[in-house]
């Protein structure tokens, strides 16, 4: 698993995420583009994305711990993370529709809720 940076990208080689820069300082990530992140939060985030989409990671208790981690540094919870990864890969395939775009994060205290209220520590 490698990630490739540029000035503006970040890239995975496994998956097709990617994070771009948006500020002298933020990034976006495909697959959670209301969250503006640090370089260090959005390779996290990729890195996350690496282990949940290689099948050889399911039962590994480690690999799993550190994928809780990376989503940690990004600010969301694992399952957060699972959903929305799925939704990325789910409108790519065109299986999704309009609601690939998912619930929109709300930010609150270091706190985050989506607009439906699900999986998210309130």
Do not use: C, K
């Amino acid at each position: 698993m490698v990630i490739r940076h540029t000035e503006d990208t970040i890239r995975s080689t496994v998956t097709p995420e990617w994070a771009e820069r948006v500020s002298d300082t933020g990034y976006r990530l495909s697959w959670l583009p209301e969250l503006v992140l640090t370089r260090r939060q959005a390779v996290a985030g990729l890195r996350m994305d690496e282990i949940l989409s290689d099948p050889a990671y399911v039962d590994d208790a480690v690999a799993i711990a550190r994928a809780r981690m990376y989503a940690h540094e990004v600010g969301i919870i694992l399952e957060q993370a699972i959903i929305r990864l799925f939704m990325s890969v789910s409108a790519r395939q065109g299986e999704a529709g309009d609601a690939a775009a998912g619930p929109a994060l709300h930010h609150s205290n270091n706190q985050f809720s989506t607009s439906r209220g699900d999986l998210a520590p309130a």
